[in-house]
């Protein structure tokens, strides 16, 4: 069985989610129509969707390979393109590679964090190629790795796609254009292992390669013990979403958001936390408030997704200004820690920690859906649920053939 905290914006293509299964719906996203670009060439429009995670380790699963084993299955099973991880610990670049391989990612960076001691390492995989913009790890506690891929590595070629459709792949709900690109951008991490005439047919194709065509990611994995420094970190991270114009950030924020404050409320989650030290400087402010200022300083340039796809499906409420809008439209609160294997003693009650958040021009895709993933496969995978955002873009290629 299976839960989610949102509901999809396109209930008519997708659903996110249900309570029969742990896997997301895909829509039929395969869709394409033509017309004549400027030049006269003939400019083909495919709609391509696209599925993001994020994953908490939870310690690297170290000894513990079944666990491993059962992430790899639950990605493969949910047909993602990008996963961004935290807490690779015991693990290095070879490792991330050959494990991404097995769940059909030929692409993956690895990233070790500066933080001494045990190293709480993160890293990402992916269908298509990456580039490294920078590894963060100055003033952070563990860091935050800033990628990016080019949108139209997720177009391949037309005829080249449709030789896949009766093709077996190792993840059989996955749409039959999601092939591999045969060569990545200079800076691209990953093995390129796909034919020579998948790379003809992609220069041949002319693909419309602009700034606008790329999507910034951002792995994070904010300070653990210190809601001060976690200012100081966010405020980092809001600074290059504000640079940037389509950039997701994701992963484990280990922050309260202001958006769940009536959740909070209604449980008397202050006095919970009050209770402890460790759990008051990770969560509280000096007056024993919960400290909802990292949060905020995000929410300033990225929109949560969790909220905003609850939000598109109550299109009556648009107009309204958004205080308005989340005062009157609440998803159902679904927290993101803990599991049923938690261990974390700062994980001492039904929290949301796990964002996938994002600017104003995401939104030129359509977001499908945004959802924490409650079911009995995701209980055991890690001390956090994990977080899955399905989203569409209009890809345009220029067939410049005779």
């Given at each position: 069985?299976?839960?989610?905290?949102?509901?999809?914006?396109?209930?008519?293509?997708?659903?996110?989610?249900?309570?029969?299964?742990?896997?997301?719906?895909?829509?039929?996203?395969?869709?394409?129509?033509?017309?004549?670009?400027?030049?006269?060439?003939?400019?083909?429009?495919?709609?391509?969707?696209?599925?993001?995670?994020?994953?908490?380790?939870?310690?690297?699963?170290?000894?513990?390979?079944?666990?491993?084993?059962?992430?790899r299955?639950?990605?493969?099973?949910q047909?993602?393109d990008?996963?961004?991880?935290?807490?690779?610990?015991?693990?290095?670049?070879d490792?991330?590679?050959s494990?991404?391989?097995?769940?059909?990612?030929?692409?993956?960076?690895?990233?070790?964090?500066?933080?001494?001691?045990?190293?709480?390492?993160?890293?990402?995989?992916?269908?298509?190629?990456?580039?490294?913009?920078?590894?963060?790890?100055?003033?952070?506690?563990?860091?935050?790795?800033?990628?990016?891929?080019?949108?139209?590595?997720?177009?391949?070629?037309?005829?080249?796609?449709?030789?896949?459709?009766?093709?077996?792949?190792?993840?059989?709900s996955?749409?039959?254009?999601?092939?591999?690109?045969?060569?990545?951008?200079?800076?691209?991490?990953?093995?390129?292992?796909?034919?020579?005439?998948?790379?003809?047919?992609?220069?041949?194709?002319?693909?419309?390669?602009?700034?606008?065509?790329?999507?910034?990611?951002?792995?994070?994995?904010?300070?653990?013990?210190?809601?001060?420094?976690?200012?100081?970190?966010?405020?980092?991270?809001?600074?290059?979403?504000?640079?940037?114009?389509?950039?997701?950030?994701?992963?484990?924020?280990?922050?309260?958001?202001?958006?769940d404050?009536?959740?909070?409320k209604?449980?008397?989650?202050?006095?919970?936390?009050?209770?402890?030290?460790?759990?008051?400087?990770?969560?509280?402010q000096?007056?024993?408030?919960?400290?909802y200022?990292?949060?905020?300083t995000?929410?300033?340039?990225?929109?949560?997704?969790?909220?905003?796809?609850?939000?598109?499906?109550?299109?009556?409420?648009?107009?309204?200004?958004m205080s308005?809008?989340?005062?009157?439209?609440?998803?159902?609160?679904?927290?993101?820690?803990?599991?049923?294997?938690?261990?974390?003693?700062?994980?001492?009650?039904?929290?949301?920690?796990?964002?996938?958040?994002?600017?104003?021009?995401?939104?030129?895709?359509?977001?499908?859906?945004?959802?924490?993933?409650?079911s009995?496969?995701?209980?055991?995978?890690?001390?956090?649920?994990?977080?899955?955002?399905?989203?569409?873009?209009?890809?345009?290629?220029v067939?410049?053939?005779?």
């Amino acid at each position: 069985s299976s839960s989610s905290s949102s509901s999809s914006s396109s209930s008519s293509s997708s659903s996110s989610s249900s309570s029969s299964s742990s896997t997301v719906n895909l829509p039929i996203d395969d869709l394409e129509h033509a017309e004549p670009s400027k030049n006269g060439d003939q400019s083909v429009h495919r709609i391509k969707t696209f599925r993001l995670a994020s994953i908490n380790m939870m310690d690297g699963c170290e000894g513990d390979l079944a666990r491993l084993e059962r992430i790899r299955f639950w990605i493969q099973a949910q047909a993602l393109d990008v996963v961004g991880f935290q807490e690779l610990n015991g693990w290095d670049q070879d490792r991330l590679t050959s494990w991404a391989g097995k769940w059909g990612h030929p692409y993956s960076k690895f990233m070790s964090c500066k933080h001494t001691g045990l190293h709480y390492d993160m890293g990402i995989s992916a269908t298509v190629p990456i580039e490294v913009v920078e590894e963060l790890v100055e003033g952070f506690w563990h860091g935050a790795l800033h990628v990016k891929i080019n949108l139209h590595h997720f177009q391949d070629d037309l005829a080249e796609a449709d030789k896949q459709t009766t093709s077996t792949s190792a993840t059989p709900s996955k749409l039959s254009d999601d092939v591999i690109s045969a060569s990545g951008p200079s800076g691209s991490y990953g093995s390129s292992g796909s034919s020579a005439s998948a790379s003809a047919t992609h220069q041949a194709q002319k693909p419309l390669v602009t700034d606008e065509e790329y999507l910034h990611l951002i792995v994070v994995h904010l300070h653990p013990h210190s809601a001060a420094q976690r200012r100081i970190e966010a405020t980092k991270i809001a600074q290059i979403a504000a640079a940037h114009d389509k950039l997701i950030a994701l992963g484990d924020f280990n922050t309260l958001s202001p958006l769940d404050d009536y959740h909070y409320k209604s449980v008397n989650l202050t006095r919970a936390l009050q209770k402890k030290p460790a759990l008051r400087a990770k969560f509280l402010q000096e007056d024993l408030t919960i400290d909802y200022t990292p949060m905020m300083t995000l929410l300033h340039v990225l929109n949560d997704l969790d909220y905003f796809d609850y939000l598109q499906s109550h299109r009556s409420m648009q107009n309204a200004p958004m205080s308005e809008m989340f005062r009157e439209a609440r998803p159902p609160f679904l927290p993101s820690v803990p599991t049923p294997i938690n261990f974390d003693a700062s994980h001492a009650a039904p929290m949301r920690l796990d964002y996938v958040m994002a600017t104003e021009t995401v939104f030129e895709y359509e977001v499908l859906s945004c959802t924490i993933i409650h079911s009995e496969e995701t209980h055991t995978l890690s001390d956090h649920y994990p977080i899955v955002a399905v989203l569409r873009a209009n890809l345009s290629v220029v067939d410049a053939s005779p």
